[in-house]
């Protein structure tokens, strides 16, 4: 097995590392060498980029206001820069927009960078910026608030005159809370709570705590090009993080980019046909959760695969042919309760030298006779797993020796993995598990990766069972690469859901419009 620094030295190219507060003070040390020059430029990107992403996520709740009304609330470091920046970027798309800002620690004690951040804001809309002061100084409510008030380097307690005001803060009228890498007073029961936490440059071990997460509502990463690889003494940026190696520890905790999908948006073999990009099954469906199995196959269908069969019980087969005529629908014996029966199991085995990958588990309920062909079939398998729902039981998961990608939620991993850790189950099991929630974790057993895309729009029935689909489907096309496979279906349908809420908002919406944002999700529109 691969050591953890190959590992994760392997994956720079679709992941950061996550720091501690003092790795990643070690690593800015680094990387600026105290040259305010490249603080400056790296300032510049990242209030930028905040201000984009507050616009672009602002989505989620409705039509982004024609004249918005800013809240900035900055501290005397560079987050209150960063926060000054966003705002200014934000004005300057937005010529009906204005601002309120509180530096609250006063304008003398900005430092340098800060300072100079409120200057250029001010001269950028000059009539729309207000200087408040105190609380009682602002207006009803606000569309956005920018909290630039604490950096990374925050060690609680507040004072006592912040914690009122960061609770008088957390009851005012505020459509949309932004947080600039980490929320203000985190560590301190009076934090200044966030929708969205934006973490610029990397993400600190903090903002992915799940102790934190009231605190820091959504995480978003915000790539500034840290770590890019040769980067050292461009003109548009600092050195990189692998240029300044010391600087950079490749912890065992990392945040996925979008670059996971790079494979998908490359123009694909013109000689080609559909043998060239594989074959997945799906055995699953039962009576019960006719609807499930069906789900799986559709996103199967959008991830790129050349051919796709699809086992149910042989009831569902004209229902499910009907709705996805472009795979093969092979019907499945039945149980008396509609469950699929130990019997069939030569309807796979007669066919298994076509498949690149199985899926086994969405719909299939939970009945003894159905568990046991789980278990058989996940015994004798020859080619790479994914193993979604209810057949996701300690009987099932820990039999046989092909490849597997396990996609539990939080239930179903307490089911299999009783009080083993994420990390130390997936080495155990020698399994790479995607542990699905609002922060979805996936881990081979040499690292745990971090998606920060999806949202709420994926807390509803199907969600699963769509990324369990997408997911075989990748593995089918890359069967000896789990990992990137299950890194790469987590992210595809967090960008597609990502949009589908910006475009349509999180409520009135239904699982299944996930997947006409897939296409959208790989050709860059994603976040």
Same mark, same amino acid.
């Given at each position: 097995m691969?050591?953890?620094?190959?590992?994760?030295?392997?994956?720079?190219?679709?992941?950061?590392?996550?720091?501690?507060?003092?790795?990643a003070?070690?690593?800015e040390?680094?990387?600026?060498?105290?040259?305010?020059?490249?603080?400056?430029?790296?300032?510049?990107?990242? %209030?930028?980029?905040? $201000?984009?992403?507050?616009? !672009?996520d +602002?989505?989620?709740?409705g039509?982004?206001?024609? &004249? *918005?009304? #800013?809240?900035?609330?900055?501290?005397?470091?560079?987050n209150?820069?960063?926060?000054?920046?966003?705002?200014k970027?934000?004005?300057?798309?937005?010529?009906?927009?204005?601002?309120?800002?509180w530096?609250?620690?006063?304008?003398?004690?900005l430092?340098?960078?800060a300072?100079?951040a409120?200057r250029?804001?001010?001269?950028?809309?000059?009539?729309?910026?207000r200087l408040?002061?105190r609380?009682?100084?602002?207006?009803?409510?606000?569309?956005?608030?920018?909290?630039?008030?604490?950096?990374?380097?925050?060690?609680?307690?507040?004072?006592?005159?912040?914690?009122?005001?960061?609770?008088?803060?957390?009851?005012?009228?505020?459509?949309?809370?932004?947080?600039?890498?980490?929320?203000? %007073?985190?560590?301190? $029961?009076?934090?200044?709570? !966030?929708? +969205?936490?934006?973490?610029?440059?990397?993400?600190? &071990? *903090?903002? #992915?705590d799940?102790?934190?997460?009231?605190?820091?509502?959504?995480?978003?990463?915000?790539?500034?090009?840290?770590?890019?690889?040769?980067?050292?003494?461009?003109?548009d940026?600092?050195?990189?993080?692998?240029d300044?190696a010391e600087?950079?520890?490749?912890?065992?905790?990392?945040?996925?980019?979008?670059?996971?999908?790079?494979?998908?948006r490359?123009?694909?073999?013109?000689?080609?046909?559909?043998?060239?990009?594989?074959?997945?099954f799906?055995?699953?469906g039962s009576?019960?959760?006719?609807?499930?199995?069906?789900?799986?196959?559709?996103?199967?269908a959008?991830?790129?695969?050349?051919?796709?069969?699809?086992?149910?019980?042989?009831?569902?087969?004209?229902?499910?042919?009907?709705?996805?005529?472009?795979?093969i629908?092979?019907?499945?014996?039945?149980?008396?309760?509609?469950?699929?029966?130990?019997?069939?199991?030569?309807?796979?085995?007669?066919?298994?030298?076509?498949?690149?990958?199985?899926?086994?588990?969405?719909?299939?309920?939970?009945?003894?006779e159905?568990?046991a062909?789980?278990?058989?079939?996940?015994k004798?398998?020859?080619?790479?797993?994914v193993?979604?729902?209810?057949?996701?039981?300690?009987?099932?998961?820990?039999?046989?020796?092909?490849?597997?990608?396990?996609t539990?939620?939080?239930g179903?991993?307490?089911?299999i993995?009783?009080?083993?850790?994420?990390?130390?189950?997936s080495?155990?099991?020698k399994?790479?598990?995607?542990?699905k929630?609002?922060?979805?974790?996936i881990?081979?057993?040499?690292?745990?990766?971090?998606?920060?895309?999806?949202?709420?729009?994926l807390?509803?029935?199907?969600?699963?069972?769509?990324?369990?689909?997408?997911?075989?489907?990748?593995?089918?096309?890359?069967p000896?690469?789990?990992l990137?496979?299950?890194?790469?279906?987590?992210?595809?349908?967090?960008?597609?859901?990502?949009?589908l809420?910006?475009?349509?908002?999180?409520?009135?919406?239904q699982t299944?419009?996930?997947?006409?944002?897939?296409?959208?999700?790989?050709?860059?529109?994603?976040?």
């Amino acid at each position: 097995m691969a050591s953890t620094l190959d590992r994760t030295m392997n994956s720079m190219t679709f992941s950061h590392p996550i720091l501690t507060l003092e790795d990643a003070k070690r690593f800015e040390e680094g990387l600026f060498c105290g040259d305010e020059a490249k603080e400056w430029q790296a300032m510049t990107k990242a %209030g930028r980029a905040v $201000g984009e992403a507050v616009v !672009a996520d +602002f989505g989620e709740v409705g039509r982004f206001p024609n &004249a *918005p009304c #800013v809240l900035v609330l900055a501290g005397k470091g560079h987050n209150g820069g960063d926060a000054l920046l966003a705002a200014k970027a934000i004005l300057e798309n937005n010529l009906a927009a204005c601002a309120d800002i509180w530096l609250l620690f006063g304008e003398r004690e900005l430092r340098p960078l800060a300072a100079r951040a409120y200057r250029e804001l001010v001269h950028a809309a000059p009539g729309r910026v207000r200087l408040v002061s105190r609380y009682e100084s602002l207006i009803e409510s606000y569309d956005v608030a920018l909290d630039g008030v604490f950096g990374f380097q925050f060690r609680p307690p507040l004072t006592t005159l912040l914690t009122e005001v960061f609770a008088r803060l957390n009851s005012h009228p505020i459509r949309f809370r932004a947080a600039v890498d980490l929320p203000s %007073g985190l560590g301190d $029961g009076g934090v200044l709570r !966030a929708d +969205f936490t934006y973490a610029t440059g990397s993400v600190k &071990a *903090p903002a #992915v705590d799940a102790a934190n997460a009231s605190a820091v509502g959504r995480l978003r990463y915000l790539d500034l090009g840290f770590f890019k690889k040769g980067s050292k003494g461009r003109a548009d940026g600092p050195s990189s993080a692998e240029d300044n190696a010391e600087h950079c520890p490749y912890l065992v905790d990392r945040v996925l980019t979008p670059e996971v999908l790079t494979p998908f948006r490359c123009l694909r073999n013109p000689q080609s046909d559909k043998r060239t990009y594989c074959h997945v099954f799906i055995i699953g469906g039962s009576r019960s959760y006719p609807g499930a199995v069906l789900m799986s196959a559709l996103a199967a269908a959008r991830s790129g695969i050349g051919l796709i069969t699809v086992f149910v019980p042989e009831s569902l087969v004209a229902v499910c042919a009907a709705r996805l005529p472009e795979a093969i629908w092979v019907g499945w014996p039945e149980t008396p309760a509609g469950g699929l029966a130990l019997e069939g199991l030569y309807l796979l085995r007669e066919r298994m030298d076509r498949a690149d990958a199985l899926l086994l588990g969405p719909g299939v309920a939970r009945e003894p006779e159905t568990l046991a062909l789980m278990v058989d079939i996940v015994k004798t398998a020859t080619v790479p797993l994914v193993i979604d729902a209810d057949a996701l039981q300690p009987e099932v998961v820990r039999v046989g020796s092909a490849p597997r990608v396990l996609t539990p939620h939080a239930g179903e991993f307490s089911r299999i993995a009783g009080s083993v850790g994420l990390m130390n189950f997936s080495r155990e099991t020698k399994a790479v598990t995607v542990l699905k929630g609002p922060l979805t974790r996936i881990s081979d057993g040499l690292a745990v990766y971090h998606s920060c895309f999806g949202g709420p729009v994926l807390a509803r029935g199907g969600s699963g069972d769509v990324l369990a689909g997408l997911i075989g489907g990748l593995l089918a096309q890359s069967p000896k690469e789990p990992l990137e496979a299950a890194c790469r279906g987590v992210v595809w349908q967090g960008i597609a859901a990502d949009l589908l809420a910006r475009n349509q908002g999180q409520v009135a919406v239904q699982t299944t419009q996930i997947l006409d944002y897939l296409a959208a999700a790989l050709r860059n529109e994603g976040p």
